[in-house]
């Protein structure tokens, strides 16, 4: 299965891939953590456009096809990129889950982004101004949602959990 994690940033998509990904066994595929790390390289890669993305896609791609569940965290926030995540699931044949976080919240929003800490050296952090101008198209297909502002941590997993199990028992069923 393929879980792809989307939403702006400080909704928090990372910490809870990472959770989700312990809980599953299964792998978590950081599209930050690789366009930081082309930044980093040799190639002097910028900007980085689609490079990260396409590196991610091939990741999840190798591990689908050992049967591995991936869980892909990105802000993934046009149906170009969605659309990108679901073809590779389609090309291994496995179930692919789209998940929006989001945090309606806006003050919540705010705080969660600029008191978090950076985990990959050298990322910039991003502003709020950043998150708020950002573009970010609105969902045009069926997906799950989770709203991460009244939630901790387990909570949102929890939710999340439970809503992976109700789309698991719907593809049984058909």
Excluded: F
Excluded at 5 to 34: F, M, N, Q, W, Y
Excluded at 70 to 81: E, F, H, K, M
Excluded at 154 to 163: C, D, G, I, K, V
């Amino acid at each position: 299965m393929l879980v792809i994690l989307s939403g702006l940033p400080g909704t928090g998509k990372t910490t809870i891939a990472r959770e989700l990904a312990r809980h599953l066994g299964g792998v978590h595929v950081r599209i930050d953590s690789i366009e930081q790390a082309l930044r980093n390289s040799a190639l002097d890669v910028e900007p980085i456009d689609d490079a990260g993305y396409r590196v991610g896609y091939a990741i999840a791609e190798d591990n689908l096809r050992v049967g591995r569940i991936v869980i892909a965290d990105s802000v993934n926030p046009i149906r170009l990129t969605r659309d990108a995540w679901v073809d590779v699931a389609l090309r291994i044949g496995v179930a692919a889950v789209e998940i929006e976080l989001k945090c309606s919240n806006c003050e919540e929003h705010r705080r969660r982004l600029e008191d978090r800490s950076m985990d990959i050296p050298r990322l910039q952090p991003v502003t709020w101004d950043q998150v708020i101008t950002r573009k970010y198209e609105p969902w045009d297909r069926e997906h799950l949602l989770i709203d991460t502002a009244d939630q901790n941590v387990q909570q949102s997993l929890n939710s999340l959990l439970a809503q992976l199990r109700r789309a698991a028992s719907q593809v049984v069923e058909l």
